[in-house]
């Protein structure tokens, strides 16, 4: 079973920085491509940035790319979001996703297709 639990989101003034932590409290043998997205108030929840299971792979969205940079600790179960020079547009519900590997396609990866979700944490960049 997986059980993703967002962390690190706040209030950060723009140009600050943040880091965001997706933790797996569950159990589970099986290995999974991480997602992370957004969801602006009003607005399609959108593609931030992924990487495969053993981290030898990552892909942004084009508004983040430059800024934000993903990785994984799988000794910890733990894959972490920083996020750099934070803009007002960033400014959202962030949430991160589990998919397994089994049967996972290019396409899956900058859809909503994934298996597991967390409950999302807030990113407020104001000044």
């Known amino acids: 079973q997986v059980q993703l639990i967002e962390s690190g989101g706040g209030l950060v003034q723009p140009g600050g920085s943040l880091r965001l932590s997706c933790a797996n409290s569950?159990?589970?043998?099986?290995?999974?491509?991480v997602g992370w997205f957004r969801q602006a108030p009003g607005k399609e929840r959108e593609f931030v940035a992924f990487i495969n299971w053993s981290g030898s792979s990552t892909s942004y969205g084009d508004s983040v790319k430059g800024r934000f940079t993903i990785s994984r600790e799988n000794a910890k179960n733990t894959v972490s979001l920083q996020m750099d020079s934070l803009k007002p547009e960033d400014t959202a519900v962030y949430y991160c996703?589990?998919?397994?590997?089994?049967?996972?396609?290019?396409?899956?990866?900058?859809?909503?297709?994934?298996?597991?979700w967390g409950q999302g944490t807030q990113v407020t960049v104001s000044s």
């Open positions: 569950g159990r589970t043998s099986r290995s999974y491509h």
């Open positions: 996703a589990a998919a397994d590997v089994a049967g996972f396609t290019l396409s899956t990866l900058k859809s909503l297709r994934y298996d597991y």
